[in-house]
Every structure is written in structure tokens, then in C-alpha cells.
């Protein structure tokens, strides 16, 4: 109530209460902070562990898929690795390379994302006698030219498609399910005509 409608005349303890600045028990707010303490813990302790997790799945099988290797790195290695080999069965002895088996089925794969390169790649394979020659388009793109084959009875015919189209030395993989798989990443006019 007002002073005015005060009906009683005013006593010591009316000029008590006119000194104190603070009428009654008030309390301060909180701050967002403190009232909300819980769940900012949980919601930091949830991405912590999110976060933990993740790590976790992301080393989990790395080592074990050999198709995430670097194809280059892999190239060096099998050279290193056939090179002493090499070098002894030719001090021993020289033999003439087996002919090539040319209808074995050859797959050429573009994995140089440039367009009509697997077909130039048949073209030009047909016409240097190959007789069973397919294409198709990789997923991702390579860094270099490999042929791959199946079976250790087709090493010697993809050797031989290796030398032909510059791609260096053939490779056992199972991979893929042609019997010799040619990944392209240059045109035949890059390779030097591909014929051989």
C-alpha cells in the first residue's frame, strides 16, 4: 500500500524500513551455466564418446584390405621382389618367352576417367590379335596402367599384354573376373600405338 492510504500515523519502525534499500528475501537468478550443469555434462561426456567411437571403427580392418594400398607401392615391391629372381634364371639359362595364349578373354578397364578409352584400348588389342577383348569403367581412378590375371596359367599372356600395352609387370589378382584384366589410364597414341 501506498503512504498515503496508510491508516495508521507512522512509528520507529516505518523510518527503519525507509533506510533499507531491500524490501523482503530475494534471491539472484542463477546463471545458465549452473542451472543447466547436468546436462551440459551429459551432452560433453555423449561427444566424448562419440567421438572415441569413431576412432575406434576407423582403425578397425585397415590392415586387412589390400585393395586400399597404394597400386604404385605394390608395383615397387613385386619388382623388387622378381628382379633377383629374374636375374638368376637368366644366368642360368635362356629361354624363349611362350607365345602368348591371344584368346584368352582380356577386360580393359578405363580407369582414367576420359571417355572412349577402354574402347580405343579394344580397337587397337583386336587389331594386334587378341580375339576375346571386353571393356568396362573403374570406380576410381588409377595412377598407372596394370594388368592383372587370375590364374598363374595366364601369367606369361598377361606378361605378354604387359609388354605389349606399357604396363609393366603383370600381376596375380583375383579381384577381378576376367582371366586378365587390363586397367588403362593412357590412350594407345600415349603408350606409343600399343600395337606390338
Known amino acids: 500500500m501506498a503512504d498515503s492510504q496508510y491508516p495508521y500515523p507512522p512509528d520507529r519502525f516505518d523510518d527503519e524500513a525507509?533506510?533499507?534499500?531491500?524490501?523482503?528475501?530475494?534471491?539472484?537468478?542463477?546463471?545458465?551455466?549452473?542451472?543447466?550443469?547436468?546436462?551440459?555434462?551429459?551432452?560433453?561426456?555423449?561427444?566424448?564418446m562419440l567421438v572415441v567411437l569413431l576412432f575406434l571403427i576407423g582403425n578397425m580392418g585397415g590392415d586387412g584390405d589390400d585393395r586400399a594400398q597404394d597400386p604404385t607401392t605394390q608395383a615397387e615391391t613385386t619388382a623388387e621382389e622378381s628382379e633377383p629372381e629374374g636375374e638368376d634364371g637368366e644366368e642360368e639359362s635362356e629361354e624363349p618367352a611362350p607365345e602368348p595364349d591371344r584368346s584368352v578373354a582380356v577386360r580393359v578397364v578405363n580407369a582414367a576417367g576420359i571417355n572412349?578409352?577402354?574402347?580405343?584400348?579394344?580397337?587397337?588389342?583386336?587389331?594386334?590379335?587378341?580375339?576375346?577383348?571386353?571393356?568396362?569403367?573403374?570406380?576410381?581412378?588409377?595412377?598407372?596402367?596394370?594388368?592383372?590375371?587370375?590364374?598363374?596359367?595366364?601369367?606369361?599372356?598377361?606378361?605378354?599384354?604387359?609388354d605389349e600395352v606399357g604396363a609393366g609387370e603383370a600381376r596375380q589378382s583375383d579381384e577381378y573376373d576376367s582371366p586378365i584384366t587390363f586397367i588403362a589410364v593412357q590412350t594407345p597414341e600415349e603408350v606409343g600405338g600399343g600395337e606390338g
Do not use: C, K, M
Open 18 to 48: 525507509d533506510a533499507v534499500s531491500f524490501h523482503g528475501a530475494h534471491r539472484a537468478e542463477l546463471p545458465f551455466w549452473r542451472e543447466n550443469l547436468l546436462y551440459i555434462a551429459i551432452i560433453g561426456a555423449a561427444v566424448v
Open 116 to 162: 572412349g578409352l577402354a574402347g580405343s584400348w579394344q580397337e587397337t588389342l583386336q587389331g594386334s590379335g587378341w580375339e576375346n577383348v571386353g571393356v568396362a569403367t573403374a570406380d576410381n581412378r588409377q595412377e598407372q596402367s596394370v594388368v592383372f590375371y587370375r590364374s598363374s596359367e595366364d601369367q606369361a599372356t598377361a606378361q605378354a599384354l604387359a
